[in-house]
């Protein structure tokens, strides 16, 4: 089983930075796909980024590639999500998941993720 903490959510101007970090306890860290998502109000939960157990393997939503970065410390046991170019559009709420797939997959769908974080407020003003 692997509990997830989120934190680094916060109120930024648009054009910011922010850099949003998940804290995994649990011994199989290491054997879970983890990935990103958000949910703004009103909307469906949408895959944000995903990361491969390894962390050789990258996605990114079309929303958000070329500004947001994924990347993992399986000896931390942490993931992290750096966002770059914030736009109004990205403020939701952010939470991080992990899924438990075969190494050669690459899960986006939130379904085939099994373990959620209670999520971290992200507000972008423009």
């Known amino acids: 089983q692997v509990q997830l903490v989120e934190s680094g959510g916060g109120l930024v101007q648009a054009g910011g930075s922010l850099r949003l970090s998940c804290a995994a306890s649990g011994r199989t860290f290491s054997n879970y796909h983890m990935g990103w998502f958000r949910q703004a109000p009103g909307k469906e939960r949408e895959i944000v980024a995903a990361i491969s157990w390894s962390g050789g393997r990258t996605y990114y939503s079309g929303a958000v590639k070329g500004r947001f970065t994924i990347s993992r410390d399986n000896a931390k046991k942490m993931v992290w999500l750096q966002m770059n170019s914030l736009k109004a559009e990205d403020t939701a709420v952010y939470y991080c998941?992990?899924?438990?797939?075969?190494?050669?997959?690459?899960?986006?769908?939130?379904?085939?993720?099994?373990?959620w974080g209670q999520g971290t407020q992200v507000t972008v003003s423009s």
């Open positions: 998941a992990s899924a438990q797939r075969p190494p050669d997959q690459q899960p986006i769908l939130s379904g085939e993720y099994v373990y």
